[in-house]
Nanobody, 123 residues
Framework: QVQLVESGGGLVQAGDSLKLSCGVS????????MGWFRQVPGKERDIVAA????????YYANSVKGRFTISRDVAKNTEYLQMNSLKPEDTGIYYC????????????????WGQGTQVTVSS
């Protein structure tokens, strides 16, 4: 079993920066992918960014390209999401997720989830 714990959410103003962290513990796999998803009330949980743990290949949703950076610290078993130039539309609950295998962008392919952390961006 894999346990994921997010931290770093909060209330910020438009244009500010915020960094989310996701600690990984428990069983790990030879190759897996970590992702960040965002959900707002009444909408689907959509991918924001993802990274392959072993090589560090990344994926970004178009809405965050150039503003957000996903990274991982293998020694610390921690994934990060650096969010810059935040906009009100970035508001939502951010979930850390993990899956064994190759890069995937649909939430349906991720097996492990954190509890979520709220990010609110005021205008």
């Amino acid at each position: 079993q894999v346990q994921l714990v997010e931290s770093g959410g909060g209330l910020v103003q438009a244009g500010d920066s915020l960094k989310l962290s996701c600690g990984v513990s428990g069983r790990t796999f030879s190759s897996y992918v970590m992702g960040w998803f965002r959900q707002v009330p009444g909408k689907e949980r959509d991918i924001v960014a993802a990274i392959t743990w072993s090589i560090g290949n990344t994926y970004y949703a178009n809405s965050v390209k150039g503003r957000f950076t996903i990274s991982r610290d293998v020694a610390k078993n921690t994934e990060y999401l650096q969010m810059n130039s935040l906009k009100p539309e970035d508001t939502g609950i951010y979930y850390c997720a993990a899956r064994s295998g190759t890069m995937a962008t649909s939430k349906n392919y991720y097996d492990y989830w954190g509890q979520g952390t709220q990010v609110t961006v005021s205008s």
